[in-house]
Protein backbone atom coordinates (compact mmCIF):
# COMPACT_ATOMS: atom_id res chain seq x y z
CA UNK A 1 0.00 0.00 0.00
CA UNK A 2 1.12 3.57 -0.60
CA UNK A 3 2.10 5.37 2.53
CA UNK A 4 0.21 8.08 3.11
CA UNK A 5 1.26 12.16 3.09
CA UNK A 6 2.29 14.03 6.02
CA UNK A 7 0.59 17.69 6.34
CA UNK A 8 2.06 20.31 9.04
CA UNK A 9 0.19 23.25 9.20
CA UNK A 10 1.65 25.95 11.22
CA UNK A 11 0.66 29.68 11.83
CA UNK A 12 0.99 31.98 14.92
CA UNK A 13 -1.84 32.06 17.69
CA UNK A 14 -5.14 33.52 16.47
CA UNK A 15 -4.69 32.89 13.13
CA UNK A 16 -7.66 31.03 12.90
CA UNK A 17 -5.41 27.61 12.34
CA UNK A 18 -8.27 25.35 13.89
CA UNK A 19 -11.08 27.29 12.13
CA UNK A 20 -9.43 26.94 8.96
CA UNK A 21 -8.26 23.29 9.45
CA UNK A 22 -12.22 22.52 10.02
CA UNK A 23 -13.38 24.18 6.60
CA UNK A 24 -10.03 22.10 4.71
CA UNK A 25 -11.33 18.72 6.54
CA UNK A 26 -14.58 19.72 4.89
CA UNK A 27 -13.31 19.99 1.55
CA UNK A 28 -10.60 17.12 1.23
CA UNK A 29 -11.93 14.05 2.48
CA UNK A 30 -9.78 11.07 4.27
CA UNK A 31 -7.23 13.42 6.13
CA UNK A 32 -6.95 12.54 9.47
CA UNK A 33 -6.10 14.92 12.36
CA UNK A 34 -2.87 14.37 14.49
CA UNK A 35 -3.80 14.54 18.08
CA UNK A 36 -0.54 16.07 20.14
CA UNK A 37 0.58 15.67 23.81
CA UNK A 38 0.71 18.60 26.00
CA UNK A 39 1.86 19.59 29.41
CA UNK A 40 -0.79 23.19 29.11
CA UNK A 41 -3.78 22.86 31.07
CA UNK A 42 -7.39 22.10 29.21
CA UNK A 43 -9.04 25.38 28.13
CA UNK A 44 -12.90 25.48 28.81
CA UNK A 45 -14.23 23.09 26.77
CA UNK A 46 -11.59 20.86 26.08
CA UNK A 47 -11.57 17.12 26.46
CA UNK A 48 -8.27 14.83 26.76
CA UNK A 49 -8.05 12.51 23.68
CA UNK A 50 -9.78 14.77 21.54
CA UNK A 51 -8.17 18.43 21.21
CA UNK A 52 -4.59 17.35 22.63
CA UNK A 53 -3.32 14.22 25.15
CA UNK A 54 -3.14 16.53 28.32
CA UNK A 55 -0.08 15.29 30.43
CA UNK A 56 2.48 16.52 33.63
CA UNK A 57 5.75 17.62 33.18
CA UNK A 58 7.13 14.58 34.28
CA UNK A 59 5.48 12.19 32.02
CA UNK A 60 6.08 14.29 29.35
CA UNK A 61 10.09 14.46 30.23
CA UNK A 62 9.68 10.39 30.19
CA UNK A 63 8.38 10.41 26.95
CA UNK A 64 10.93 12.20 25.53
CA UNK A 65 13.49 10.30 27.40
CA UNK A 66 12.22 7.12 25.01
CA UNK A 67 12.23 9.28 22.17
CA UNK A 68 8.52 8.54 21.68
CA UNK A 69 7.99 12.04 19.52
CA UNK A 70 8.74 12.99 16.36
CA UNK A 71 9.35 16.00 17.44
CA UNK A 72 8.75 17.83 20.55
CA UNK A 73 9.15 21.91 21.23
CA UNK A 74 8.44 24.10 24.15
CA UNK A 75 6.19 26.84 22.92
CA UNK A 76 4.68 29.75 24.80
CA UNK A 77 6.16 28.15 28.30
CA UNK A 78 4.34 24.71 27.56
CA UNK A 79 5.95 21.36 26.40
CA UNK A 80 3.93 20.00 22.67
CA UNK A 81 4.93 16.75 20.94
CA UNK A 82 3.80 14.66 18.22
CA UNK A 83 3.71 11.38 18.87
CA UNK A 84 5.44 8.99 16.54
CA UNK A 85 3.52 5.87 16.91
CA UNK A 86 0.48 7.74 15.92
CA UNK A 87 1.84 9.68 13.06
CA UNK A 88 3.89 6.11 11.72
CA UNK A 89 0.48 3.98 12.03
CA UNK A 90 -1.63 6.42 10.11
CA UNK A 91 1.01 6.99 7.58
CA UNK A 92 1.48 3.03 6.87
CA UNK A 93 -2.31 2.35 6.29
CA UNK A 94 -1.95 5.26 3.45
CA UNK A 95 -3.80 7.80 5.42
CA UNK A 96 -2.97 11.19 5.01
CA UNK A 97 -2.22 13.15 8.12
CA UNK A 98 -2.46 16.47 9.19
CA UNK A 99 -0.06 17.96 12.16
CA UNK A 100 -0.86 21.14 13.71
CA UNK A 101 2.38 22.17 15.17
CA UNK A 102 4.90 25.15 15.46
CA UNK A 103 7.91 25.95 13.54
CA UNK A 104 10.35 24.57 15.30
CA UNK A 105 8.43 21.24 15.07
CA UNK A 106 7.50 21.47 11.81
CA UNK A 107 11.50 22.19 11.14
CA UNK A 108 12.34 18.68 13.07
CA UNK A 109 9.67 16.88 11.18
CA UNK A 110 10.95 18.16 7.72
CA UNK A 111 14.37 16.67 8.79
CA UNK A 112 13.19 13.61 9.48
CA UNK A 113 10.78 13.49 6.87
CA UNK A 114 12.07 15.81 3.69
CA UNK A 115 8.69 15.18 1.51
CA UNK A 116 6.60 16.53 4.21
CA UNK A 117 4.04 19.44 3.41
CA UNK A 118 4.82 22.71 5.26
CA UNK A 119 2.06 25.15 5.36
CA UNK A 120 2.28 28.23 6.74
CA UNK A 121 -1.29 30.24 7.65
CA UNK A 122 -0.36 33.77 7.68
CA UNK A 123 -2.75 36.79 9.29
CA UNK A 124 -3.07 39.36 7.15
CA UNK A 125 -1.44 41.59 9.54
CA UNK A 126 -0.06 41.63 13.30
CA UNK A 127 -2.42 44.61 14.01
CA UNK A 128 -5.38 42.02 12.59
CA UNK A 129 -3.64 38.47 14.50
CA UNK A 130 -3.59 40.96 17.44
CA UNK A 131 -7.78 41.70 17.26
CA UNK A 132 -8.31 38.25 16.71
CA UNK A 133 -6.60 36.82 19.87
CA UNK A 134 -8.51 39.83 22.26
CA UNK A 135 -11.86 38.62 20.33
CA UNK A 136 -10.99 34.88 20.74
CA UNK A 137 -10.96 35.47 24.96
CA UNK A 138 -9.41 32.18 25.72
CA UNK A 139 -5.67 33.87 26.70
CA UNK A 140 -4.99 35.64 30.31
CA UNK A 141 -3.30 38.93 29.92
CA UNK A 142 0.57 37.77 30.63
CA UNK A 143 -0.09 34.83 28.11
CA UNK A 144 -1.17 36.79 25.42
CA UNK A 145 1.56 39.46 25.42
CA UNK A 146 3.91 35.75 24.93
CA UNK A 147 2.01 34.46 21.94
CA UNK A 148 1.87 37.92 20.32
CA UNK A 149 5.56 38.32 21.12
CA UNK A 150 6.27 35.07 19.55
CA UNK A 151 3.43 35.56 16.13
CA UNK A 152 6.36 38.56 14.26
CA UNK A 153 9.76 35.42 15.03
CA UNK A 154 6.59 33.02 13.61
CA UNK A 155 5.96 34.48 10.78
CA UNK A 156 9.35 35.54 10.05
CA UNK A 157 10.34 31.67 10.03
CA UNK A 158 7.83 31.14 7.67
CA UNK A 159 10.01 31.65 4.16
CA UNK A 160 10.91 27.76 5.61
CA UNK A 161 7.62 26.52 4.76
CA UNK A 162 6.49 25.42 1.14
CA UNK A 163 3.56 27.09 0.98
CA UNK A 164 2.17 30.32 2.79
CA UNK A 165 -1.90 30.99 2.82
CA UNK A 166 -2.68 34.18 4.48
CA UNK A 167 -6.07 33.74 6.53
CA UNK A 168 -7.67 36.84 5.21
CA UNK A 169 -11.28 35.92 4.45
CA UNK A 170 -11.75 31.54 6.10
CA UNK A 171 -13.63 30.44 2.97
CA UNK A 172 -11.24 31.74 0.63
CA UNK A 173 -8.39 30.56 2.84
CA UNK A 174 -9.75 27.30 2.99
CA UNK A 175 -10.08 26.91 -0.15
CA UNK A 176 -6.72 27.51 -1.37
CA UNK A 177 -5.40 25.20 1.26
CA UNK A 178 -7.53 22.48 -0.18
CA UNK A 179 -6.39 23.23 -3.81
CA UNK A 180 -2.24 22.82 -2.33
CA UNK A 181 -3.37 19.72 -0.78
CA UNK A 182 -5.29 18.20 -3.38
CA UNK A 183 -2.28 18.76 -5.51
CA UNK A 184 0.29 17.47 -3.69
CA UNK A 185 -1.77 13.93 -2.93
CA UNK A 186 -2.52 13.99 -6.66
CA UNK A 187 1.07 13.82 -7.16
CA UNK A 188 2.13 11.44 -4.78
CA UNK A 189 -0.62 9.32 -6.14
CA UNK A 190 1.16 9.94 -9.51
CA UNK A 191 4.48 8.68 -8.35
CA UNK A 192 3.46 5.67 -7.02
CA UNK A 193 1.79 4.94 -11.18
CA UNK A 194 5.20 5.63 -12.48
P1 LIG B 1 -2.46 26.13 21.79
O1 LIG B 1 -1.93 26.13 23.19
O2 LIG B 1 -3.02 27.49 21.39
O3 LIG B 1 -3.41 25.00 21.50
O4 LIG B 1 -1.21 25.88 20.83
C1 LIG B 1 -0.09 26.71 20.92
C2 LIG B 1 0.91 26.39 19.83
O5 LIG B 1 1.44 25.08 19.99
C3 LIG B 1 0.33 26.45 18.41
O6 LIG B 1 1.24 27.16 17.58
C4 LIG B 1 0.29 25.00 18.01
O7 LIG B 1 0.41 24.84 16.61
C5 LIG B 1 1.49 24.45 18.73
N1 LIG B 1 1.42 23.00 18.87
C6 LIG B 1 0.34 22.24 19.11
N2 LIG B 1 0.66 20.94 19.15
C7 LIG B 1 2.00 20.88 18.92
C8 LIG B 1 2.94 19.80 18.81
O8 LIG B 1 2.62 18.62 18.94
N3 LIG B 1 4.22 20.14 18.58
C9 LIG B 1 4.65 21.42 18.43
N4 LIG B 1 5.92 21.63 18.17
N5 LIG B 1 3.79 22.46 18.51
C10 LIG B 1 2.49 22.19 18.75
Keep these: MKRGRLFILSGPSGVGKGTVRARLFERVSGLVYSISCTTRKPRKGEVDG???RFLD???????VKENLFLEWARVHGHFYGTLLADVESELCRGNNIVLEIDVQGALQVKEKMPDSVMVFLMPPSLEELEKRLVSRGTEENETMKTRLQNASAEVALSGCYDYA??????DRAADELAGIFQKEISKSKGSADE
Excluded: A, L, M, R
Aim: no cysteine; aromatic share 18%; proline share 0%.
Design 50 to 52: VQY
Design 165 to 170: VVNDEV
Design 57 to 63: EGTFESY
